[in-house]
């Protein structure tokens, strides 16, 4: 058991114990190796389910909202960034939460760690001294933890909670990199170019909206696509003119709300690319208002604030 499982554990039963909460959101195991899977505890003596590792990906401020109760929720920094815009949003009471910080290395990706073991079976991982051990039958593979990492881990610039009320272990470095080196790339096309390309990935979308479900932040109590009067999109039959039309209007929607957690990403099951659309959302908002989403609760959201047409997208910490 990692010291991060043990305070983490040990932090729920005390809060579930003292009825300083009445429900701890966290994870607990998954059936798989490298899953884990969102876990729900009312009881101190459940406590001992919840586990922290590199397959806890999910977005938890998605459970959070207009909860009656009073909750704890084990957040990372992408998750309390998320809190932060819902608590703007008056969708968190933030007196009925608690919020236990823990700082974040990254999570794998379970597609990278398929396309490399190229259809053997993962029977069992290991990760220890940045390297992720995978062994199966007859195969036992070593990799660097770099490289199994989400892409939304390489580029992430607030792998600490940014609003905690108890903070599990130290802070992690925050990892120089240039974080719209693929948005910049995608700038450079023409503008056929850009079409041709998000018509080409938006073919593929069968409109599950399993990308609206996981994402914190798309809380309307009835989405456009699921109106008849008026009825925005076709119900009887799918074409990529609908699919773009939905994607553009979900990411201008997230417009300075988005905090690139990739949630979106990760539940979409046909592997659409669909932090290109957010990502360049998410640059534009910085450049234009020099504002980073779930960075600070005192911070106005983009919309009440004056435009800045000379400030370039930065990675800074205060979203300045």
Request: glycine share 6%.
């Amino acid at each position: 058991m990692s010291e991060l499982t043990r305070a983490i554990q040990e932090t729920a039963q005390k809060l579930l114990q003292n009825r300083e909460v009445e429900l701890v959101v966290g994870f607990a195991e998954g059936s798989l190796p490298l899953r884990n899977t969102p876990c729900f505890v009312r009881q101190p003596e459940e406590a001992q389910k919840l586990v922290w590792g590199y397959g806890c990906e999910n977005n938890l401020a998605n459970y959070l909202r207009k909860r009656p109760e009073k909750v704890a929720v084990v957040a990372k920094g992408c998750d309390s960034r998320s809190i932060v815009e819902l608590i703007k949003e008056n969708q968190i009471d933030r007196d009925k939460l608690v919020v236990i910080g823990v700082p974040c290395r990254g999570m794998i990706d379970r597609k990278k760690v398929t396309h490399l073991l190229a259809g053997k079976e993962l029977l069992e991982a290991e990760v220890r001294d940045g390297q992720v051990v995978l062994k199966g039958k007859e195969f036992n593979e070593t990799v660097p933890l770099e490289q199994l990492l989400y892409d939304t881990c390489l580029t992430c610039q607030h792998p600490n909670p940014v609003l905690f009320d108890i903070m599990m272990g130290e802070p992690v470095p925050v990892k120089e990199t240039e974080c719209f080196a693929d948005v910049a790339n995608f700038e450079t096309k023409a503008p056929a170019e850009k079409r041709a390309y998000l018509m080409q990935e938006l073919s593929r979308c069968i409109r599950c909206y399993a990308c609206r479900q996981a994402c914190p932040m798309c809380f309307c109590e009835e989405c456009f696509v699921d109106c008849s009067m008026p009825q925005w999109l076709s119900k009887s039959s799918l074409n990529v003119q609908d699919n773009v039309f939905f994607q553009a209007v979900r990411a201008l929607h997230l417009a300075g709300r988005c905090v690139d957690c990739g949630a979106c990403d990760r539940a979409c099951p046909m592997g659409i690319d669909l932090r290109t659309l957010t990502r360049k959302m998410v640059k534009d908002v910085q450049e234009l208002f020099g504002y980073t989403a779930g960075v600070s609760l005192d911070q106005k959201p983009p919309l009440a604030a004056p435009i800045n047409t000379t400030s370039p997208a930065t990675c800074n910490q205060d979203g300045r």
